[in-house]
């Protein structure tokens, strides 16, 4: 059976296990996967940006790799995203239809507002404004485009503040706390079956 690793990543983590971007100017090594999971064989599956938060799956087997990963196999990824403002209904059609980005129009997406999330604390917290409100949705896409969520939501005048990927495919985060992750049954249809966690 192929292993199959969920990751809720913290905030600052690479996706990956070493820094071959380096570290000079930064006063310092940045945080990677290895910090974390210490599971020989086994590689992310897509990635999460190092200023996003959430669910980042990792396997050893190439082929569930690449039907996670690629965009040809369309597996919806959801997000929760704390944008500023809040969107009107004119912006959340958009998304849902697709917007059309510097590298090309998306995919129709599936989007709603939502009420804020009881989720753990960012490290840093977000930065905060008075004098703008802030707001949730959830956004699900079948991409998976550098940075997409983030380019959709300001191309529609709402700049994300949070990014949180909550579930790809049948597989979501459920109650894995921040920086754990939890080996599961590596079934095409997403059902889990926890064998193990760390943090």
């Given at each position: 059976?192929?292993?199959?690793i969920?990751?809720?990543k913290p905030?600052?983590?690479?996706?990956?296990?070493?820094?071959r971007?380096?570290?000079?100017?930064?006063?310092?090594?940045?945080?990677?996967?290895?910090?974390?999971?210490?599971?020989?064989?086994v590689?992310?599956?897509?990635?999460?940006?190092?200023?996003?938060e959430?669910?980042?799956?990792?396997?050893?087997?190439?082929?569930?790799?690449?039907?996670?990963?690629?965009?040809r196999?369309?597996?919806?990824?959801?997000?929760?995203?704390?944008?500023?403002?809040?969107?009107?209904?004119?912006?959340?059609?958009?998304?849902?239809?697709?917007?059309?980005?510097?590298?090309?129009?998306?995919?129709?997406?599936?989007?709603r507002?939502?009420?804020?999330?009881?989720?753990?604390?960012?490290d840093?917290?977000?930065?905060?404004?008075?004098?703008?409100?802030?707001?949730?949705?959830?956004?699900?896409?079948?991409?998976?485009?550098?940075?997409q969520?983030?380019?959709?939501?300001?191309?529609?005048?709402?700049p994300?503040?949070?990014?949180?990927?909550?579930?790809?495919?049948?597989?979501?985060i459920?109650?894995?706390?921040l920086?754990?992750?939890?080996?599961?049954?590596?079934?095409?249809?997403?059902?889990?079956?926890?064998?193990?966690?760390?943090?």
């Amino acid at each position: 059976m192929p292993r199959l690793i969920l990751f809720n990543k913290p905030y600052g983590v690479l996706s990956q296990f070493t820094d071959r971007g380096g570290a000079e100017g930064t006063g310092g090594a940045r945080a990677t996967l290895s910090d974390y999971i210490d599971v020989p064989g086994v590689y992310p599956a897509g990635r999460l940006d190092r200023d996003s938060e959430g669910l980042l799956i990792l396997t050893d087997d190439g082929a569930l790799q690449a039907r996670i990963s690629s965009p040809r196999h369309k597996m919806p990824k959801t997000y929760l995203v704390q944008v500023e403002d809040e969107p009107d209904a004119a912006a959340l059609t958009a998304l849902a239809r697709g917007v059309t980005l510097n590298d090309g129009p998306t995919r129709p997406a599936t989007v709603r507002r939502i009420e804020a999330p009881k989720l753990w604390d960012r490290d840093p917290p977000v930065r905060y404004r008075k004098s703008v409100a802030d707001s949730w949705i959830e956004l699900t896409i079948t991409e998976g485009r550098n940075r997409q969520v983030r380019r959709m939501t300001a191309a529609v005048g709402y700049p994300t503040l949070r990014l949180v990927r909550w579930r790809i495919g049948g597989w979501e985060i459920g109650d894995l706390a921040l920086g754990e992750w939890r080996e599961v049954a590596s079934q095409e249809s997403g059902s889990t079956n926890a064998t193990k966690r760390r943090a």
